[in-house]
Every structure is written in C-alpha cells, then in structure tokens.
C-alpha cells in the first residue's frame, strides 16, 4: 500500500522552513527519503530505521514514529537547491527480514524562491 | 566517487519491439533495485537482486524479465513492447549489510519512448 505524503506541494521563499510528512497504514521496517529534480534521478537523503530515530544533514533532518507509522522530513532555512519533488519510500515489516523492495509516496513538490 | 551507470540513457522503440536495459551497480554493492517511473508519478518497484538471486518482485509484467549477472551488473529485458511502457527506467543499488538493505543508490535512468 502507497504511503500518503503532505502537504501535495509547498511554496517557499529562501530562509524559510518546511516540514514534510509520510504516513503509512502498515508496520514499517524503514523509511527513505529522496529528492528528484525533473527527468534526474532521485537522490537518497536519508534513511530512518528504528522508531523515534531521527537523522539530520545540514539542514534537513527526519524523524521517525514507528507507533504511528509516519515520518516526517525537516527543511530548514531553505535554499534554492531545495527545489524538486520530495519522495518518502516505505519498506513495510515482513517477519523481521528486510528485502529492501520500497514503496514511494506520491511525492511533494516543493518550491523555492529567491 | 562511483555511481550506478545505466546505459542506454535514452532508447526509443516501435510498438512489439523488444529492448535491453543495463545497470552497473556501485562498485561492492550486492544489491540491484529496477524502477519505472511515469511522467509526473513516482517510482514503481519492479524487481531487485540480491547476490545474483531474485531477491523480491512488484508489478513487473510478465513481458519483462531480468538477472544479475556474475559481475553484479543487470539487464532488464522488454519485450511486446506496448506505448504504456513508455517511462524512465531507474537501476538502484545498495549494500546489504548484517541482513538489513541501506541506502539505495539511483543511477541517472533509461529514458525509454515507445511510438
């Protein structure tokens, strides 16, 4: 089952924050998140594997709930760079074995402006 | 430092057509993801390898098949092609390590026109 991303689109102008979020109806073993810009390919930000951990790059920071299923992704003090269309990709649990198969979120498209 | 390489970078094909994907994986990675991405969509999980053994399938059709070869490169194989095909086709790889798949690794994709 597809995770559900929000908001479906953010407009930023640089300097300004944005949270992310990904829920899923399933118990997850991983949450991915990536960043693609048009016709590129995605680009792995972090990955999030136990409940309540939370990783952060820079600027961009993750959490993850693993009682409600959902993770969030932190962008602060947004740059220009930050444009693209943000995926979070779920690895649902399956008797403790992960198989690394992902299933995407419908994507955020995130924006920013000078 | 290396990344995945796809080749070819775009590819376009007749209707019934067949056509050949490659994927070289990052250097030690053991693990092959295949993707299919439409315009404005996400990325759909097709099939992955792990250590040259399918490792899981998804919603690959059944005109489509693939292995990992011995060097741990792979090949998406299409054939009948249909116009519905007509996509980016990303390779991902990752390392497999204490049982649990990292990161995966995406190379730039395969551009695949139908007409």
């Known amino acids: 089952q597809q995770p559900v991303q929000s908001p479906q689109a953010v407009i930023l102008r640089e300097g300004e924050d944005a949270v992310i979020n990904c829920s899923s109806s399933?118990?997850?073993?991983?949450v991915h998140w990536y960043r693609q810009k048009h016709g590129e390919a995605p680009v792995f930000l972090m990955i999030?594997?136990?409940?309540?951990e939370q990783k952060g790059h820079e600027k961009i920071s993750a959490s993850f709930n693993e009682k409600k299923q959902q993770s969030s992704l932190y962008l602060t003090a947004s740059q220009l760079s930050y444009s693209g269309t943000y995926f979070c990709?779920?690895?649902?649990?399956?008797?403790?074995?992960?198989?690394?198969?992902?299933?995407f979120g419908q994507g955020t498209i995130l924006t920013v402006h000078p | 430092a290396a990344g995945v390489i796809q080749s070819p970078r775009h590819l376009i094909k007749e209707k019934r057509e067949t056509a050949t994907l490659k994927c070289y994986p990052i250097?030690?990675?053991?693990?092959v993801y295949w993707y299919q991405q439409g315009p404005g969509q996400d990325p759909q999980f097709l099939i992955s390898?792990?250590?040259?053994?399918?490792?899981d399938k998804g919603s690959i059709p059944d005109r489509f098949s693939a292995q990992q070869f011995s060097d741990y490169h792979s090949e998406l194989n299409m054939s009948s092609l249909e116009l519905g095909d007509s996509a980016l086709y990303f390779c991902?790889?990752?390392?497999?390590?204490?049982?649990?798949?990292?990161?995966?690794?995406f190379g730039p994709g395969t551009r695949l026109t139908v007409l």
């Open positions: 991902a790889s990752s390392l497999r390590i204490a049982g649990l798949y990292n990161e995966q690794f």
């Open positions: 250097p030690r990675h053991d693990t």
């Open positions: 990709g779920t690895e649902p649990k399956r008797g403790g074995t992960s198989y690394g198969k992902l299933t």
């Open positions: 399933k118990a997850l073993y991983s």
């Open positions: 390898f792990y250590e040259k053994m399918q490792s």
């Open positions: 999030l594997l136990k409940g309540g």
